[in-house]
């Protein structure tokens, strides 16, 4: 599912839609709150599932209109009479301040007397799009894509217009879905929780008065009690990061009195653990940037003041760039362009060269003084085994970075990726050891992978660079000029060279002294054979 370093995007999407709307009519922008339940997921006889739930707390139905609005049938269906927070659907509501937060893996976005917090799935995302096109949208809806026929005509999706589809996207004659649980409306923008595989949850949250600012604030009697009460998880490291390391400190004083040994990645993976926010991406990034094993055992990592140290100050700063101006300028502009759905390349490009460290990467960029820590705890040395004192002698590097291959090891619900080499020891519980063959997340095509910009609605119009080059061969000349109307320099038709660019087969990887000492361990059998892994489907799921 997403996590923290996307949702930061979500919400500075908002904000930036909601300063743009100052701007442009000096009043602080309003919106309303609207659900549709024929998007959402049913669960089956088996396993319930619940796309939608509610908090009505002191809200009374007075404080807004009596006119009735129109209710589509197939939201009335799905959502019966006497259903918890079913006034949303069939009454009008005022329009209302708009405020914004993360917390963990969820977002929050109010609009008058509700807050819609939003619990994602694995595709599930934000999306601002003019007004003007979120009404053609959900002008129509269609039967969903389910290969149940009846199951489908009741997990109905929107249909966007095929005109949204840029020029030069991959050929596919299937209609053009999106499947949006709920939005909050502008006058001139909307806002729309989308989610191609119908798991994101929401939850709206009502009172007797308008939201404030302060009332999605880190400290405020709405924080602590009601917004983030549906969904479980700690203090976020961006905006709660004294609590959320007084937490950590809790965390470690309570292993070490019970000796638990569960492995690091599955505590930081753990809902209710101190990871707030984090995810199988950034769960082995942070532990790469701690020179920390993944399958370490929580009370081994613990009774170790210099291991538990480089957790404890790793922790805030890793976290905080994924909130940063320079974050924000690279991972979250926005195309110039009137097409909302368009692929943000740019984007793409910027978060996977240099936000991804070993999650899915072949291979890792190791800074200098990291390197260095690597080399000093033997971590780099296939004869040395984790927790006992390294005794070899090792030279700093004078480089400013170095390149180490990455290892993919899958056990577990969790996957682990790390650069280390050195052996882990029998008294470990859990040690994965067989590690497993994996494609570079850069090499993913079409496939959603990782980052603010690949989801499966703006995926559909990555561009199809041998279609593109089809179409500009024999096309001499200076390219057209494209007018969009924005302000802003309109993004430039893509060369013939930016085409082979982007569209080369990636070189394989250089080979360095860690890959021919590895070939050699591997020829001794000090190592069981690379297995191939299994394939995926799913967007963080893919290894």
């Known amino acids: 599912m997403p996590e923290q370093q996307a949702l930061q995007i979500f919400a500075a999407r908002v904000r930036k839609a909601l300063l743009q709307a100052y701007l442009n009519s000096g009043l602080m922008a309003e919106g309303v709150l609207y659900i549709f339940p024929r998007t959402w997921a049913e669960g089956t006889s088996a396993k319930a599932y619940s796309s939608f739930s509610a908090d009505i707390g002191d809200y009374t139905s007075d404080l807004e209109p009596t006119s009735v609005p129109h209710v589509d049938e197939h939201d009335a269906s799905k959502m019966k009479e006497g259903a ?48 003007f096109i979120y009404d053609q949208v959900i ?53 729309i929780v989308v989610d191609f595989a119908r798991i994101t949850q929401v939850h709206v949250v009502s009172g007797s008065r308008f939201w404030t600012e302060e009332d999605m604030s880190p400290g405020s009697e709405t924080w602590e009690t009601r917004l983030w009460s549906r969904f479980k998880g700690g203090p976020d490291w961006v905006c709660e990061p004294d609590a959320a390391l007084e937490e950590l400190d809790e965390w470690r004083q ?29 769960a082995n990034d942070l532990l790469f940037c701690c020179a920390l094993h993944p399958d370490t055992p929580a009370n081994v990592l613990c009774a170790d003041d210099d291991l538990y ?77 984790m927790g006992t004192p390294y005794t070899r002698g ?72 041998e279609a593109i080059a089809a179409m500009r061969k024999g096309k001499p000349g200076r390219p057209k000029k494209v007018r969009t109307g924005e302000r802003g320099r309109p993004r430039k038709p893509l060369t013939m060279a930016t085409i082979e660019r982007i569209s080369a087969i990636p070189r394989s990887v250089k080979r360095t002294k860690v890959h021919v000492e590895e070939d050699k361990e591997n020829a001794e059998g000090g190592l069981e054979d690379v297995v191939p892994t299994r394939r995926y489907s799913t967007r963080s799921g893919k290894n």
């Open 84 to 131: 918890v927070g079913r006034f949303l659907l069939t009454k009008e509501r005022k329009s209302g301040p708009i405020h914004v937060a993360v917390r963990g893996k969820c977002l929050a976005i109010s609009a008058g007397y509700h807050i819609l917090v939003c619990h994602f799935g694995l595709e599930g995302e934000v999306l601002t799009i003019p007004r």
């Open 139 to 191: 002008a129509r809806s269609v039967p969903g894509n389910n290969p149940n026929a009846a199951k489908a005509e009741r997990l109905r999706s929107f249909l966007i217009p095929r005109k949204y589809i840029d020029p030069g996207a991959r050929e596919d004659n299937s209609l053009y879905k999106v499947n949006i649980l709920a939005a909050v409306v502008m006058e001139e923008d909307a806002f």
């Open 254 to 282: 309570e292993v070490l009195e019970k000796a638990t040994h569960t492995p690091i990645i599955d505590v930081l993976l753990d809902a209710n653990g101190p990871g707030g926010g984090v995810g199988q991406h950034l």
């Open 309 to 385: 140290g480089s957790l404890r100050d790793t922790f805030p700063s890793f976290m905080a760039k994924f909130s940063s101006k320079t974050y924000f300028a690279r991972c979250g502009s926005t195309p110039n362009t009137r097409n909302p759905f368009s692929f943000n390349l740019t984007s793409d490009t910027n978060f996977l060269r240099g936000y991804v460290q070993v999650y899915r990467k072949e291979e890792a960029r190791v800074p200098a003084a990291l390197y260095d820590l690597y080399q000093s705890r033997g971590l780099l040395d296939p004869q040395h085994t």
């Open 394 to 465: 090792w030279v700093p590097t004078d480089k400013q970075f170095k390149l180490l291959p990455v290892r993919f090891f899958e056990g577990g619900a969790n996957k682990r990726y790390h650069v280390i080499r050195a052996k882990p020891p029998s008294t470990w519980p859990v040690a994965y050891i067989t590690p497993y063959t994996f494609n570079d997340v850069t090499r993913a095509g079409f496939c959603t992978t990782l980052g603010p910009a690949s989801f499966k609605e703006p995926m559909r119009n990555k561009l199809d660079t």
